[in-house]
């Protein structure tokens, strides 16, 4: 891949002019490094374009001179994916416009630049609801999710953001715009374009816009944190909530003790959620279109439990300070996992009816490869996608263990394999993964993966590090 030079450099200068750019390294340094810091890159140039066409411009010399570009949103990213290693770095977080709001549609139409949170907050301003939820939703940007296919704690009602996107606005490897912002529900005339892009991870293009699902806002909510004496009794439990709700249940989180320790341990202003300590716990959150039905099923749910002895224990909020302490005690588990050392982190998916057997599996084969480590399992059980973070045992050293991560994640993804799941739920394959996923995927999948790009990438320009 050609560096780019100073010629090509004054191009994409002049291209996006003044307040486009900027070359300053102090400018620049806080966006080439990812939240964990395993990956720390480096760039000549960050773009920060400001409208499509600006965008489609700076692709367009790109593409023109054979120089790689690195797409970034809000750089929330866990695998790398949005890190420059010499390439040019063209950041979508200045195109902030909601351009439209329409709910008579249930939809609505947001720039790439626009956070997460923004687009909640936009939604409910019109008396409606965009569903996906994640911890990092105060930074991360509607172009990084969609190209991430980012999933969160409300997956298992409303599905991934690929079952939220509507239509997409993208600036194509060659400068061109690809203008799909429908509002349709059916267009049944051949590719779904928009899907390819979705999970793309920026190699197929740069999102710069996309018109959004939404939804009524449900007039009763309600959260509940239960404990469990074996992960098994989750899987039970959440069979009896989808039946007892109708569908109703948002998310449901499963935790192990050990983060739950972590937390506590960690994170400021937080306790103990139940007056007991139980090996695992299931965050419950379920919600209605009637007045009252949600905690009114929740209320059933949690009696019947306790009398089959599924639940050990439970504290429902009563108002929203109590359910946001819940919710952080959930969304602290990554967090509260730094000053505890390294770690080998996981994101991985299996069949919801076998996650038990995976723990129960993956922990032995753990204990015989590295005795003594440490497992902070946690995530969305209700679409079976795991947080498998496998941290170092007390007082080893951490650079010798994080120097074991390869084999030890080899270790948990042949067992995620066998059980018919994914190495990568919802993080993505970014730098992180994208060698490691030759292993699992068969060669038609990687044939097709590769036709795909090579079609509308030649070049290669797009993310060169990402995705085979």
Not at 49 to 77: F, L, M
Not at 210 to 232: C, D, E, N, W
Not at 414 to 422: L, Q
Request: proline share 5%.
């Amino acid at each position: 891949m050609t560096s780019p030079s100073p010629a090509v450099l004054d191009a994409l200068k002049a291209a996006l002019g003044p307040g486009g750019w900027t070359d300053d390294p102090s400018d620049i340094a806080p966006w080439l490094t990812e939240w964990r810091g395993r990956w720390n890159g480096h760039t000549p140039l960050m773009l920060t374009p400001r409208s499509t066409d600006e965008v489609a411009r700076a692709v367009a010399v790109c593409a023109g001179h054979g120089v790689a570009i690195t797409p970034q949103g809000g750089d929330t990213g866990l695998v790398g994916g949005q890190i420059p290693y010499g390439e040019v770095l063209l950041s979508t977080r200045r195109l902030r416009t909601i351009r439209d709001v329409t709910p008579l549609d249930d939809a609505m139409t947001v720039e790439a630049g626009v956070t997460l949170l923004e687009a909640q907050q936009a939604a409910a301003a019109a008396g409606r609801f965009f569903p996906l939820s994640l911890a990092a939703e105060g930074t991360a940007t509607i172009g990084g999710v969609i190209s991430t296919n980012a999933g969160g704690v409300a997956v298992l009602r409303y599905g991934m953001m690929r079952d939220l996107v509507l239509g997409i606005e993208a600036v194509m490897p060659d400068g061109r715009v690809l203008n799909g912002l429908k509002r349709l529900r059916k267009d049944n005339t051949g590719y779904d374009l928009k899907q390819l892009l979705i999970g793309a991870e920026g190699t197929l293009g740069v999102v710069t816009a996309a018109t959004l699902k939404l939804f009524p806002i449900q007039r009763s909510r309600a959260t509940a944190m239960v404990g469990l004496a074996h992960a098994r009794d989750a899987i039970e439990l959440l069979a009896r909530a989808k039946a007892e709700t109708g569908g109703g249940v948002e998310a449901f989180e499963l935790m192990r003790r050990l983060g739950m320790e972590f937390v506590l341990r960690h994170i400021p202003d937080t306790r103990e959620p139940l007056e007991t300590t139980p090996p695992w716990y299931v965050l419950i959150e379920t919600a209605s279109g009637e007045p009252g039905g949600a905690e009114t099923a929740l209320e059933r749910l949690l009696a019947s439990a306790f009398d089959d002895g599924l639940i050990t224990d439970a504290a429902v909020a009563q108002n929203d300070a109590q359910r946001a302490a819940l919710w952080k005690l959930r969304e602290e588990q990554s967090a509260a996992q730094k000053p505890e050392g390294g770690g080998w982190k996981h994101d991985v998916s299996v069949p919801i009816s076998r996650i038990a057997d995976f723990l129960d599996e993956t922990e032995t084969a753990l204990e015989r490869f590295h005795p003594g480590v440490r497992i902070s399992a946690f995530g969305h059980v209700g679409d079976g996608n795991l947080h498998y973070d496998v941290l170092r045992p007390p007082g080893e050293d951490s650079v010798a263990f994080l120097a074991r991560w390869e084999d030890g994640s080899r270790l948990v993804h042949d067992i995620v394999a066998r059980y018919d799941g994914s190495i990568s739920a919802e993080h993505g394959l970014g730098r992180l993964k994208t060698e490691e996923a030759q292993r699992y995927k068969s060669d038609v999948e990687i044939e097709m993966m590769r036709a795909v790009r090579g079609a509308l990438d030649p070049k290669r320009i797009m993310n060169p590090g990402v995705l085979f």
